[in-house]
């Protein structure tokens, strides 16, 4: 199971909850409060742990305006995505897909499972065609 650098978890904890708040705390059924960054932490190991879809590729950095070096993604039922080095030693980052929509906005709420693989899948493919993500492997799912 991949581990968080303690530095790396604290600052993507912080952008889970500037930038989609309550998005996780959805997902994890909180009601009235903020989630821990302990909660961050395993549901981001929840997601490698029951992922129906891994792939490695190279994504695109639009800030940086270049090619990531190869990352292995992992892709939970929930559409939780979680990012790790090619290894699989260390997270990179865990997010929940919202399809570049805001948390409450996402038309995948309310579909079921397979309709939100379906979506995953189709999106990756047209990434892919449009060089969004270079060098990808799928490896199961996806």
């Not at 993507?12 to 909180?30: A, M, S, V, W």
């Not at 190869?70 to 090619?86: G, K």
């Not at 309310?110 to 189709?122: I, M, N, P, S, W």
């Amino acid at each position: 199971m991949p581990k968080w650098n303690a530095r790396n978890l604290a600052r993507h904890y912080q952008t889970r909850l500037t930038k989609n708040p309550g998005c996780f705390e959805d997902l994890l059924g909180i009601n009235g409060r903020t989630m821990t960054q302990s909660q961050y932490e395993v549901r981001a190991d929840d997601a490698v742990a029951n992922a129906w879809g891994e792939y490695e590729g190279e994504g695109w950095d639009v800030q940086n305006r270049e090619y990531k070096e190869p990352r292995a993604y992992y892709v939970d039922e929930d559409l939780v995505v979680a990012i790790t080095d090619n290894g699989r030693c260390e997270f990179v980052t865990c997010f929940h897909e919202h399809f570049d929509r805001p948390h409450g906005v996402d038309p995948a709420a309310g579909a079921t499972v397979g309709q939100k693989q379906l979506r995953y899948k189709e999106r990756l493919r047209i990434d892919e065609q449009g060089k969004v993500i270079l060098n990808l492997r799928r490896i199961r799912g996806v």
